[in-house]
């Protein structure tokens, strides 16, 4: 299986897609009822201490946009490049490489979600929670955690 090419990976993909195009024409859609001044800074416990002109809304969507690409993009690195900071053999090569992309794809998904809640929570003019903040925060950390885990595994054995 060429790593990237897995059902996991398609499907994350095509979650992160779906998120991003959702965003973006929710803000398309909802344009002229947006406030001019919306929320573009949160504290730690969602609270807003800073506003700023809906048009930051714009640099707020290419944001998430841009990640998708650059995190994509990085697949396409040459293999031989990838460094896993340990040595990896030959026949576990390809499942190294392979569990790299799922974690890379599902960071990339989590990241997207986060930077998502924070554009629309932003457009809609409110303070967000706390803890959901601290749940995608957690997942993301979690997911990165429990991949590495998987790749240490796999190469290391």
Not at 20 to 27: A, D, E, K, M, Q
Not at 71 to 96: K, L, Y
Request: hydrophobic share 50%; charged share 15%; proline share 3%.
């Amino acid at each position: 299986m060429k790593a990237g090419k897995s059902r996991l990976d398609i499907t994350l993909n095509i979650l992160c897609l779906a998120v991003l195009i959702g965003v973006s024409v929710y803000i398309a859609v909802t344009w002229r009822r947006i406030p001019e001044l919306v929320p573009m800074h949160y504290n730690s416990a969602g609270v807003i201490d800073r506003f700023g002109s809906k048009k930051g809304l714009i640099a707020l969507s290419i944001i998430p946009w841009a990640v998708y690409i650059i995190f994509t993009a990085i697949q396409f690195i040459p293999r031989s490049m990838w460094n896993t900071g340990f040595a990896v053999t030959d026949e576990d090569r390809e499942r190294v490489y392979a569990l790299s992309v799922h974690c890379l794809n599902s960071v990339k998904l989590t990241v997207i979600l986060l930077m998502s809640y924070c554009n629309l929570t932003s457009a809609a003019g409110v303070g967000f929670s706390g803890w959901c903040v601290f749940a995608l925060v957690a997942a993301a950390l979690g997911t990165l955690f429990y991949w590495i885990g998987r790749i240490v595994r796999v190469g290391t054995k």
